[in-house]
């Protein structure tokens, strides 16, 4: 007698975040990267120059090993506030591909 067993892996959400400092340096988003780095988020761009409307200037990473978007919110929280600078941020939930197969 056999038995078939079927693991399926879902994998963890992915998040991606876009991050503004109000009158923030270059040095102030290096600061941002490296808290946000300590807890495995992937930076994907450095803001280049300040924004000409509101004064705020993106930074976009993705989040790491994070499995929840209240997890996301609280590490954005912290690493943005260690920057003494006020912060806006967005989350967007990435849509995963779902695999059919079996």
């Known amino acids: 007698m056999f038995i078939l067993l079927t693991i399926k892996f879902f994998p963890m959400p992915a998040y991606t975040i876009s991050i503004k400092l109000e009158a923030a340096s270059n040095t102030d988003y290096e600061k941002l990267s490296?808290?946000?780095e300590k807890k495995s988020f992937q930076s994907l761009k450095m803001p280049?120059?300040?924004g000409?409307?509101?004064g705020l200037t993106p930074f976009v990473c993705k989040s790491g090993n994070v499995s929840s978007l209240m997890d996301v919110s609280c590490v954005v929280s912290e690493a943005?506030?260690?920057t003494g600078k006020k912060f806006v941020f967005t989350?967007?939930?990435d849509k995963m591909k779902v695999d059919a197969g079996y």
């Open 52 to 54: 000409v409307e509101t």
């Open 80 to 82: 943005a506030a260690h």
């Open 91 to 93: 989350i967007i939930k």
């Open 34 to 36: 490296k808290e946000l």
């Open 48 to 50: 280049v120059q300040r």
